[in-house]
């Protein structure tokens, strides 16, 4: 192990318990997305780039912008909810 | 509440089991590996040795992956494939709920992204595009392949989403044939290279292309092709989940 490794191993667990700690599902999804990305750092120091190049997007882009919309259609289909409640 | 103060509940026993179940499993299956960070693998020295010489790739990774141990890239290939059929399953029923209204109206002034940003998300998406071809065609050659290479190719639709322009987005949900025939016709794909190995040499995923010259664009036989067809489906079916996510009606004025 060496220092370098120390270093990221410390960030990532750093970084986990912020992600589990925080409550509101948005900035969760963006420290998530900061999770994933140093997880990527930690592939590439122990030398597998492929995995990391992989980590890479679905931590950045894919799994925050699937996470987005997710919580973007529940909060449409709550408001659509709450209309026809007020029409009725 | 059915928690007794101070006795044991059931939930209480259950989980006490489950925690004593996989740490015990963990610890059991972690005590016989070679310590962290060993370099004595003796598959990876193989096939790090290997794979330039006998199959012209000199990523070993890629070797391994869509020529060694190409039937287990076939099952990933599968269990990305069934997942994002059950999610369209799930989400589908939607889709013919509401009338889909004019694009003109769809995009209100307060939704729509600044100028920066559209230009920015626009901007970057033939660069993103290029940089997918890139990393699927040279697997074989550098760090790269079908999966990551796939998966870069959605990002750079994704941001055309970040650019604001969410027309495009639900013209593509409109149409989703396409992007459906690129997930199947990926995952069939790749299947198919493998029966071509049982057809020409009777064994299933046999490397039955010639090999070329390593270190060039069309070496390792077939692992182009397969990355190629793994990179359309992997873009495929992660399109197919976003492209499914998105519903006209994120796009409606806030009230």
Known sequence: ?88 | MRDRPGGFSLRLVVGAIGVVLTVGGFVWGTTGLHPFGSEHSRYGFYTAHHAVAQRHATNSVVAVAFDYRAFDTLGEEFILFISVVGVVVLLRSLHDEEEEPEEEKLIPEQRRASDAERWLGTALVGPIAILAAYIVTHGQLTPGGGFQGGIILMAAIAFIFLGGEWVILLRLRRATSWVEMMDAGGAAGFAMIGFGGLIATGAFFYNFLPFGTSGSLLSGGFMPLANVAVGLEVAGATLMVVSELVDQRLLRPPR
């Open chain 1, 1 to 88: 192990m060496n220092t370098l490794l120390v270093l990221v191993l410390a960030l990532l667990a750093l970084s986990g318990l912020v992600t589990v700690s925080i409550r509101d599902p948005v900035r969760q999804a963006i420290a998530l997305g900061v999770f994933g990305l140093l997880e990527a750092l930690m592939f590439f120091v122990v030398q597998a780039p492929d995995v990391a190049l992989s980590q890479i997007v679905v931590s950045g882009v894919a799994l925050p912008a699937m996470l987005f919309l997710a919580m973007a259609k529940i909060r449409s289909q709550r408001e659509a909810e709450r209309e026809e409640a007020e029409e009725e």
